[in-house]
């Protein structure tokens, strides 16, 4: 079958193993003599789940503790944060670092070590990690942690799949007392004072800008600075939205000049008139696009590029200028753009996040949108930065080098767990890894 | 709290169904024939909610004793509310068309297993005056097809012996359920192409758990599949027969 990551684009043919069990996984490895990837929801955005064969692990979604005094939780690889969610909420838990998203597993999330508009306090999901089972490649099951196999470890949170295949992890919840969160609106008429915003609102738990990029002049980078807070009161309810669904592919004109240009612009001024703060479900404030089913189609059949870099604080300001210029002089759009500071990045051989400001920006994917990620990627380069893993489907293997300097480490660790050519998507061979 | 008996457990559909019952806090007996599978769904039940899960191995396909296997999850359950019958395989046509023992593989488990558990379950259930058998059937049962007649044919027995059981039980206050689900993505249908009339096991579960809450007799899972069966019913024989379907 024909396999691709959240962007569509590229895609793949290939055998993808489904297995029940774990078992049934151990046989899965034992009877494919080719490389292959472990895949969960499928919502890495290029081709870091993409493989001749890849093994899907949405059935081995079991939960297999919770402590319900300690909030400590012991689930399968193949668990959605959604689930998760779900099933701890109503008693009081949380999760403590959520992506942009519920729907991705347990194990996409360790492997890609995702991180959420509370970075800069908590840092990102494996932090909350305290062991990893993993399914090495000589059909073993190991479980390591910061103290066990601590190399492999700290491989593996952030190693895109490329040390084994995570079947299970034992994570900590945060304590809530209700599922809301009071949410705040700052609207910046441009970059400079976005980014005043996000510094002087620090404290927040959250903050996240959502940033128009498709403005020049004045009004290039202005944004909406979004605070949040876990509200005081309220009760203990779950998501029970009802998703609707994009039914088939839009036409690639949707989401061209005219109707983002217009989406921006309401957007701007929607956030500018809700100053005032207001409280919403958690499901509202974190996974906003999850009420829409295969939103992706939205770019048509072609697929889009998500670009998400993290650039250190020194040149950071300067960075964005020279991006977002490069951006309107391609004279391609980006419906959504997202701003937001990091905190310290972690111990993670390969994880993203670093110290400084990530920029998210999206681009339905063409001859030219390939060329201006390619002019993106230098800019982030020749700035000490880096792009995420989840989100790459294009990067060169000399910009992945330049912005991963324990890339060969990585590579050792993965040598002594025979991992090396055993797990591989179409991402690592194209990173040379 | 509701006291559920799940045969064939470890389906997809069953599993799915179970644990919307765990999150309501029910309580819950396992039935299928793989222990790994039985003690993983187990400890899931339990953190989902479940009061308490209990479980059972035993295969369908092998001669079984479906009054003692009633007895020990009436006692496990401490009672019985709802009993869901979800085993069942999906033979290989071409090779039931060459080879005898296939065939009768495929009723073994798919009629005569069910038809002896729903003997033995009808009696509980009639002398208690309460309670819900729910069997899952399928639209493959409604019209035979070259290409799945015997898997057909397994489930359109169950229709008829499901209709009759209706027909004794309403007296005595007991729902009996057939239900029919369409094209389900489940391990039983891995090698198949999927396409928009494809749905997942939980919308089925969905549709399980409403269709017991509100009484139902006959229900096709989705909705629309009762729309697209009475179609293929109403094509005369004759002009069925050429097609290839």
């Known amino acids: ?433 | 709290m509701l006291k559920v008996l799940l045969l064939g457990a470890t389906s997809a559909i069953a599993e799915a169904t179970a644990r919307r019952y765990a999150a309501q806090g029910a309580r819950l007996h396992l039935v299928a024939r793989d222990s790994e599978r039985l003690s993983t769904m187990a400890r899931d039940l339990e953190v989902r909610g479940a009061t308490s899960v209990t479980t059972a191995v035993c295969d369908f396909a092998s001669p079984f004793d479906a009054a003692a296997l009633l007895d020990s999850a009436n006692t496990a359950l401490e009672g019985l509310d709802v009993a869901l019958l979800a085993h069942g395989v999906l033979p290989d046509q071409t090779r039931c068309e060459q080879d005898l023992a296939a065939l009768r593989a495929a009723f073994e488990v798919n009629t005569l297993s069910t038809t002896s558990l729903l003997t033995a379950l009808a009696n509980v259930m009639q002398a208690q005056g309460r309670g819900c058998i729910a069997v899952i059937g399928s639209v493959a049962g409604d019209r035979g097809r070259q290409s799945n007649y015997v898997y057909g044919a397994s489930k359109a027995a169950l229709e008829v012996f499901l209709s009759g059981l209706r027909n004794r039980l309403c007296k005595h206050g007991v729902q009996v359920l057939t239900i029919k689900p369409g094209f389900v993505d489940t391990p039983m249908t891995a090698a198949f192409k999927k396409g928009p009339l494809w749905t997942t096991p939980a919308t089925i579960a969905d549709g399980i758990i409403a269709a017991i809450e509100n009484k139902r007799d006959v229900v096709y899972l989705p909705w629309f599949w009762r729309a697209i069966m009475m179609i293929i019913r109403a094509i005369p024989e004759k002009i069925f027969k050429r097609m290839n379907l």
């Open chain 1, 1 to 433: 079958m024909l396999s691709s990551g959240w962007g569509r684009y590229p895609g793949i043919e290939t055998t993808a193993h489904q297995p029940a069990t774990r078992t049934a996984l151990c046989r899965v490895l034992a009877s494919t003599p080719a490389s292959l990837i472990a895949r969960g929801m499928g919502r890495s955005y290029g081709d870091a789940s993409l493989a001749a064969h890849s093994v899907v692990m949405t059935r081995l979604d079991h939960f297999i503790a919770f402590d319900a005094e300690a909030g400590t939780l012991e689930c399968s690889a193949g668990v959605t944060l959604s689930a998760i969610l779900a099933v701890v909420v109503p008693r009081g838990w949380f999760l403590p670092v959520l992506p942009g998203t519920g729907f991705v597993t347990l194990g996409g999330a360790i492997a890609a070590d995702v991180h959420g508009k509370n970075h800069h306090h908590d840092g990102s999901f494996s932090q909350y990690v305290d062991d990893i089972t993993l399914l090495l490649a000589d059909g073993s099951i190991l479980r390591c942690s910061r103290h066990e196999h601590a190399d492999l470890f700290h491989a593996s949170a952030g190693g895109m799949g490329l040390t084994g295949i995570i079947v299970a992890a034992r994570l900590r919840l945060r304590a809530i007392t209700n599922s809301y969160i009071d949410e705040r609106l700052l609207a910046a008429p441009d970059l400079d004072t976005t980014l005043a915003l996000l510094t002087q609102h620090e404290q927040s738990t959250y903050v996240v800008a959502w940033l128009d990029v498709n403005q020049s002049g004045a009004r290039r980078g202005r944004g909406i600075v979004m605070l949040g807070e876990h509200a005081a009161t309220g009760g203990l309810e779950t998501d029970c939205r009802r998703p609707l669904s994009v039914p088939l592919d839009m036409p690639a004109w949707l989401l061209g000049r005219p109707v983002t240009r217009a989406f921006n612009a309401l957007y701007y001024a929607r956030g500018a008139r809700n100053a005032d703060s207001h409280r919403v479900h958690y499901a509202n404030y974190f996974f906003p696009l999850d009420a829409l089913n295969d939103w992706n189609r939205l770019y048509g059949r072609r697929g889009f590029l998500q670009h998400q870099c993290v650039l250190p604080p020194a040149g950071a300001r300067e960075a964005l200028g020279e991006i977002l210029r490069s951006v309107t002089a391609s004279g391609l759009v980006s419906p959504l753009a997202v701003l937001k500071g990091f905190g310290a990045g972690n111990d993670n051989l390969l994880s993203f996040p670093q110290d400084g400001l990530t920029l998210t920006m999206d681009f339905a994917h063409s001859a030219d949108s390939l060329a201006l990620c390619v002019r993106l990627d230098d800019i982030v380069v020749a700035h000490g930065g880096r792009l995420y893993l989840a989100k790459d489907a294009a990067m060169s293997a000399a910009t992945f080098r330049a912005g991963y300097p324990h890339w060969q480490r990585f590579q050792e660790v993965r040598e002594k767990y025979r991992a090396l050519g055993r797990f591989a998507s179409l991402q690592s061979q194209r990173l040379g890894l």
